[in-house]
């Protein structure tokens, strides 16, 4: 009822309000901006701190040591996981993306929902699930030495613990971030542009390497972008591959070595690469620009596939699907179902219970934030807000690690003052109030998520227009009341999207957990890993199978939404 008597107001009063004045606006304002800029101071700190001790001396030789023996290996590994992955998603995710937008094929409508799917198995978790698969022992090899006959030297079959290896499990995992910006893009193309094109000459390959590929160039940047912050951000695939990364020698630095200061200029030196990869795309486009300035932009009907183009169209988004979800949820299943956890039982709930607690904890304080700070840039007239923003949203750039040092480092001479402080005041000594709980987990998680649900809420709160807040102002209503009693009913499913996203990254993420849990309390990430490591995967099958789980429902919810719009778009 408000809602529509605010837009009632606004349709008659449109031309007659009076201006209000700006003095209750400015002293609110202040308060919004003041609260704004010490979040994203918060949500700074922990990479500042990751800079600050870039020139620190390390315990002893640890970095000399480091320099000279295994710093070399983590350059080359990072750059060509950075360079095979950036190839294979944009190559998966573009030709997937061109072929549901542009064809019509059996499957297609299920494939443009389900190509999604893979974002809800962890790297880390396909990596276990294909090590069972094709290790020696495995059901593939054991199956090719049964039926051909082979002993062991007689075959040659590849290794997946390998770069290689590690590699493709990103790909398959990684694409959807492409396939879901190209597709988006591909779908907003200028259906008249491509009709000049025709007009010119141009076939579907010429149209589609001249027109729809330069146009949809800053989504598919984007894409691989994410795709690539992703990669440098792992620690389980690596670890359990053996391959050597700057995460897992950050992990080594601070557990093995014990030395904070080498693990922060590590730290230091993946930000780098997370730095390059944002630069490498914006550099390379020069001063290139691709607008569409025609008003020709109606939906084109897809080009019916069939016969052999149309076999050839299921099977290149089948694979994709096949690689990425299917085989390694039905692994899962078929593992936990036959062989499954011993500790299956409480042992289980009480994982689950700790993931949902700091998963569902992390997702309503990070959709709380991203509302302050986006209403507060909403209310400013100055440019400070936004950049306070996009200050909070660098955060998702970052790998978890990195997060994890940077948080570690402050946040425990911050317990440790306390403590002496609390032990000098009272006499009783507290113990780590900060670091010994899950508050500093659950700041790390914000530092690095928040980023999600502020650009949710930022794009929907963009779509409410301005004049809605003048018509509740002549209501008599505050700003606080404005936001409460219209913008977050309208907001509703945004917010609900955005926490359900930070929700899934949470439960999913390994580095910073492995990092900064307290002592004896696990996730069932860091159980899946964990039984992992240890070659107890059947074991880890029911942990990981519960992971994915858990993401499938948003994605499959997300998925169908866009669809649904695309299938909007075509209808009008």
């Known amino acids: 009822m408000l809602q529509a008597a605010v837009w009632r107001t606004t349709n008659m009063q449109a031309t007659t309000t009076p201006s209000f004045p700006l003095r209750p606006v400015i002293r609110r304002l202040s308060v919004l901006t003041l609260a704004a800029f010490f979040i994203a101071v918060l949500a700074s700190a922990p990479i500042a701190s ?54 019509d094929f059996p499957g297609r409508r299920v494939f443009e929902w389900a190509l999604v799917l893979p974002l809800a198995v962890p790297a880390y978790v396909m990596a276990y699930t294909y090590t069972d698969l094709l290790q020696y022992v495995g059901p593939v090899q054991s199956g090719l030495r049964e039926s051909f006959g082979w002993q062991k030297g007689d075959y040659w079959f590849p290794d997946v613990r390998t770069l290689g290896g590690a590699i493709a499990m990103f790909i398959f995992v990684l694409y959807p971030y492409v396939y879901l910006l190209a597709r988006t893009a591909f779908m907003e193309r200028a259906s008249g542009m491509l009709e000049v094109g025709r007009s010119l000459g141009l076939g579907a390959w010429g149209s589609f390497f001249r027109i729809s590929l330069p146009l949809a160039r800053p989504a598919v940047a984007a894409g691989t972008a994410l795709a690539l912050m992703e990669t440098l951000a792992d620690y389980g695939t690596v670890a359990y591959f053996a391959v050597q990364t700057f995460t ?34 914006r550099v390379s486009r020069g001063r290139a620009r691709f607008h569409n300035t025609t008003g ?102 970052v790998p978890g690690s990195v997060i994890a040092v940077g948080v570690l480092i402050p946040v425990t001479r911050l317990d440790n003052w306390l403590a002496g402080w609390i032990t000098s005041w009272s006499g009783i000594n507290p113990g780590l109030l900060i670091t010994g709980g899950i508050a500093a987990l659950v700041y790390a998680y914000l530092t690095r998520f928040m980023a999600i649900a502020l650009q949710a809420v930022e794009a929907s709160l963009g779509k409410i227009t301005p004049s809605m807040d003048d018509a509740a102002r002549s209501l008599g209503l505050a700003q606080g009341a404005t936001l409460r009693r219209v913008h977050l009913p309208l907001l509703r499913g945004s917010l609900l999207t955005a926490g359900l996203l930070v929700f899934v990254d949470v439960m999913k993420e390994l580095p910073a957990t492995l990092v900064m849990r307290p002592f004896n309390f696990d996730t069932l990430a860091t159980q899946a890993y964990t039984l992992a490591s240890d070659e107890r995967l059947a074991e880890a099958s029911t942990a990981a199978l519960a992971i994915v789980a858990v993401g499938v429902l948003p994605l499959i919810a997300v998925s169908r939404q866009i669809a649904k719009g695309s299938a909007g778009a075509s209808a009008c």
Do not use: K
């Not at 060509?80 to 950036?86: H, I, Q």
């Not at 009480?350 to 304080?365: D, K, P, Y």
């Open 50 to 103: 990751v800079w600050a001790n870039l020139f620190a001396g390390g315990t002893g030789d640890t970095w000399a040591h480091l320099a000279a023996t295994v710093l070399p290996e983590y350059i080359a590994n990072t750059l060509w996981m950075c360079l095979g992955v950036g190839s294979g998603v944009i190559l998966v995710g573009v030709s997937t993306a061109w072929l549901i937008t542009m064809h």
């Open 296 to 397: 020709r932009n109606r939906p084109h009907p897809g080009r019916r596939l069939s016969g052999a183009r149309a076999f050839g169209a299921m099977l290149a988004c089948a694979i994709p699907l096949l690689v990425g979800f299917l085989a390694p949820a039905g692994i899962l299943l078929h593992l936990a179902l036959t062989e499954g956890d011993a500790q299956f039982g409480s042992r289980f709930v009480q994982l689950a219970g700790n993931s949902f607690t700091l998963a569902a904890l992390t997702a309503l304080l990070a959709v709380g934030f991203a509302v302050l700070l986006a209403y507060a840039a909403r209310l400013s007239s100055s440019h400070w807000p936004q950049w306070m923003n996009r200050i909070v949203g660098l955060g998702y750039s």
């Open 248 to 281: 897992t020698g950050i992990y080594r630095a601070w557990f093995s070595l014990g030395d904070r200061a080498a693990a922060a200029q590590l730290s230091a030196a993946l930000l780098g690469f997370v730095v390059l990869v944002l630069l490498l795309e």
